[in-house]
């Protein structure tokens, strides 16, 4: 019997410019402190995917997103679960930023450059290959 | 405002040969008849996707899986909205293939040999990265 798969979502928020939006993951946190990331999370039973990354974009930064397209989706494991995250593409449509206490900074960061930024290891290769990715089709 | 945004999953069940199943679109569907695919379909309102690979499949193909990877996801139009398909790597932990009226005959297919196959444009190249990549990896 395999450990049970779960899925969480990402949402890349993109800005006009290339960029896309990073927080930091604060000391209330007990893994991977200090480390960027895309906001997201847990996608809770019963609840739709897309109203999973509207809601935990909401959650950690106050910005109204909506899904534009589908960035892919990445495996890990995690102790007791599997999980699969799966990652989409957004634009603001609403708010300004304001982080919950998961989250201490928040940066715009061109995709060329997240390369620079210390991410959290399990996704962070998926990070910089969706980065390469745009790039690659001068989506920045 | 984009078309929503709706989860659908597949179903790659491998055999130890390194093979998968390929089912084939009965003229009891609007679209597509005739092209084989992996098993699948929509995610429920409330069901869990993992949930969801395990129900298509069975309604599909009377077997029952267990959902061992991922194999990634992909992203087509519909007319009325946009489809984020997540496919899983699966293997059979019960059961016989008797097929539902939606399909009509089934193959298992080397992953080298899918090429061959008249397979869904929407997922045919995704379908074909993943055999290209598990091939590379020595998967098969």
């Known amino acids: 019997m395999e450990k049970p798969f779960s899925l969480a979502v990402k949402a890349v928020i993109l800005d006009a410019a290339g960029g896309c939006l990073l927080i930091r993951r604060s000391a209330a946190n007990l893994h991977f402190v200090g480390m960027w990331e895309w906001p997201g999370g847990k996608v809770d039973s019963g609840e ?3 109203t999973a990354v509207v809601r935990e974009t909401r959650e950690e930064t106050s910005l109204e997103v909506e899904i534009t397209g589908l960035v892919g989706a990445t495996h ?4 007791k ?3 699969i995250l799966l990652c989409m593409e957004t634009r603001i449509v609403g708010g300004e930023i304001k ?3 998961e989250h201490d900074q928040f940066m715009w960061v061109p995709l060329s450059e997240l390369t620079r930024w210390p991410l959290p290891e399990q996704v962070a290769p998926f990070m910089l290959e969706y980065a390469k990715r745009s790039i690659s089709a001068g989506h920045t």
Not at 76 to 79: D, G, H, L, V, Y
């Open 48 to 50: 739709d995917f897309a």
């Open 76 to 79: 890990f494991e995690m102790p």
């Open 99 to 101: 982080l919950s206490e």
């Open 81 to 83: 679960v599997n999980v």
